[in-house]
């Protein structure tokens, strides 16, 4: 009875249907980043073209990119947006947001070694952060908005998705580049939790360490699923979405992962009145989601209609 149920939500759901083609995109990906390696540590090279380097870290990302565009793509018709809109953001907010991820990381650097222009803007060499690529991706959705006329709260909830999807992915770049780890796992239970792969990579200086990325992953994945679940009840109205999300990723970044992790990634470094920049920053997106995106929001728009009452097109 229980499988008959799941065949026909697969059979008959363009959320499902969707949702499997991004995993299975995503799984395809892992797996050749993890079958072309020779042993541990994994080579955090994908491709070597001589004249440059495509590193997996970029892969994972753009996999993560192109995962969350698709699904904004389809929730695009479903909201009787035309899709040509979604592309048009793209093309600036995916840039801007590089730029502002390094801006951010540059900013927040307790160690500055910049003597050009130059190298302010080289990401080759490390150094970009998503607290920097969600606060800019947020100021180009109120400008493109107004300039587009359509609704900021439905596009920030459509984003809230594509964010999940993509730091869910492109964490998977930490684990290609040992990094963003936590201390010496002491517990036999979580290291029997833990594929062997993810412990093998994990092993740096002959001990094996907490994937911390790993647990950033799971504690999305959470927050996406709840998401999905809710963007198709009348639970929440326009925006709250976000909110949530903000909320979720906030608190998640800030109080558990971020103090639990001990090193191997450059963002880790930052500093703001020396403490750690993404603890503060996280923790406050986890105010601003739970104070002016849902709070304020409901006591200055009174009329905000349901997230769900704003489909137009159901394709289930």
Request: no cysteine; aromatic share 16%; net charge neutral.
């Given at each position: 009875?229980?499988?008959?149920?799941?065949?026909e939500?697969?059979?008959?759901?363009?959320?499902?249907?969707?949702?499997?083609?991004?995993?299975?995109?995503?799984?395809?990906?892992?797996?050749?980043?993890?079958?072309?390696?020779?042993?541990?540590?994994?080579?955090?090279?994908?491709?070597?073209?001589?004249?440059?380097?495509?590193?997996?870290?970029?892969?994972?990302?753009?996999?993560?990119?192109?995962?969350?565009?698709?699904?904004?793509?389809?929730?695009?018709?479903?909201?009787?947006?035309?899709?040509?809109?979604?592309?048009?953001?793209?093309?600036?907010?995916?840039?801007?947001?590089?730029?502002?991820?390094?801006?951010?990381?540059?900013?927040?650097?307790?160690?500055?070694?910049?003597?050009?222009?130059m190298?302010?803007?080289?990401?080759?060499?490390?150094?970009?952060?998503?607290?920097g690529?969600?606060?800019?991706?947020?100021?180009?959705v109120?400008?493109?908005?107004?300039?587009?006329?359509?609704?900021?709260?439905?596009?920030?909830?459509?984003?809230?998705?594509?964010?999940?999807?993509g730091?869910?992915?492109?964490?998977?770049?930490?684990?290609?580049?040992?990094?963003?780890?936590g201390?010496?796992?002491?517990?036999?239970?979580?290291?029997?939790?833990?594929?062997?792969?993810?412990?093998?990579?994990?092993?740096?200086?002959?001990?094996?360490?907490?994937?911390?990325?790993?647990?950033?992953?799971?504690?999305?994945?959470?927050?996406?699923?709840?998401?999905?679940?809710?963007?198709?009840?009348?639970?929440?109205?326009?925006?709250?979405?976000?909110?949530?999300?903000?909320?979720?990723?906030?608190?998640?970044?800030?109080?558990?992962?971020?103090?639990?992790?001990?090193?191997g990634?450059?963002?880790?470094?930052?500093?703001?009145?020396?403490?750690?920049t993404?603890?503060?920053?996280?923790?406050?997106?986890?105010?601003?989601?739970?104070v002016a995106?849902?709070?304020?929001?409901?006591?200055?728009?009174?009329?905000?209609?349901?997230?769900?009452?704003?489909?137009?097109?159901d394709?289930?």
């Amino acid at each position: 009875m229980m499988m008959t149920k799941i065949k026909e939500f697969f059979s008959k759901s363009t959320d499902a249907r969707n949702y499997t083609i991004g995993f299975s995109a995503f799984i395809i990906v892992l797996l050749l980043a993890i079958l072309t390696q020779d042993g541990t540590p994994y080579n955090p090279t994908a491709l070597d073209l001589g004249f440059a380097q495509v590193q997996w870290y970029a892969v994972f990302i753009l996999t993560g990119l192109s995962i969350g565009a698709f699904l904004a793509h389809e929730e695009f018709k479903r909201v009787g947006w035309n899709t040509d809109l979604l592309f048009d953001a793209l093309l600036w907010a995916v840039p801007l947001s590089i730029v502002g991820s390094r801006l951010y990381y540059v900013i927040f650097d307790p160690n500055p070694n910049y003597d050009s222009f130059m190298d302010v803007i080289n990401i080759t060499n490390g150094g970009l952060s998503i607290h920097g690529a969600v606060i800019t991706a947020f100021t180009f959705v109120f400008f493109f908005t107004r300039k587009k006329k359509i609704s900021f709260w439905l596009l920030t909830d459509i984003l809230a998705i594509g964010f999940l999807v993509g730091q869910i992915v492109g964490r998977w770049g930490n684990f290609m580049n040992q990094e963003a780890y936590g201390p010496q796992i002491q517990s036999e239970f979580i290291l029997s939790l833990l594929p062997a792969f993810i412990e093998d990579q994990m092993v740096i200086g002959g001990i094996i360490h907490h994937p911390t990325y790993l647990y950033e992953g799971l504690w999305n994945f959470a927050g996406l699923i709840f998401l999905l679940v809710a963007r198709r009840k009348r639970w929440f109205k326009v925006g709250d979405m976000m909110g949530l999300y903000l909320i979720w990723y906030g608190l998640g970044r800030g109080a558990i992962i971020e103090p639990l992790r001990t090193g191997g990634d450059p963002g880790d470094a930052l500093r703001m009145f020396g403490l750690p920049t993404n603890v503060i920053l996280s923790l406050t997106l986890f105010m601003l989601g739970g104070v002016a995106l849902i709070v304020a929001k409901h006591y200055l728009i009174k009329d905000q209609k349901y997230y769900k009452d704003m489909l137009v097109a159901d394709h289930d």
